[in-house]
């Protein structure tokens, strides 16, 4: 059912990506939207091989990456030490302000299926950027 509401939202298509470098925030635009932090084994004729994703988040693209890109900046300290050690890039995708929290909280569930080792923060409130509330979740 997951899979069908994904697919009605056309949230899988149409990803922008770059590194996770600082210097690339100049690719990321300052919209609001969804995003993945992203670690690619190897890239085979612009297919990636090995994908894992480590984050799902979502805010003022822009921000956010800068956030994810700066050690100091960063507010999670598992995917901090991940950025530290790895290549990691920012997958990421316009979307409405309505949407986005839904979405968000969707994609935590079925990514932490794939991997228990998200690096999202488990049991403790997110406050959500685009408005300023906390959210209790048992799956961050």
Not at 116 to 124: D, H, R, S
Not at 130 to 138: C, F, I, T, V, W
């Amino acid at each position: 059912m997951l899979k069908i509401k994904l697919k009605k939202l056309n949230i899988m298509n149409d990803w922008k990506k770059t590194k996770l470098n600082y210097i690339k925030s100049k690719d990321v635009p300052s919209e609001n939207g969804i995003y993945l932090v992203v670690k690619v084994k190897e890239w085979i004729y612009d297919i990636p091989m090995g994908l894992e994703v480590v984050y799902v988040g979502i805010g003022n693209l822009k921000n956010r990456f800068k956030d994810h890109s700066s050690i100091i900046r960063e507010h999670n300290h598992k995917l901090a030490g991940k950025i530290q050690k790895e290549k990691l890039e920012f997958w990421f995708k316009k979307y409405q302000k309505p949407d986005l929290k839904d979405l968000e909280d969707r994609l935590i569930i079925e990514f932490t299926k794939a991997n228990p080792n998200l690096t999202n923060i488990l049991g403790k409130p997110k406050i959500n950027h685009l408005n300023n509330k906390g959210a209790n979740s048992n799956v961050r």
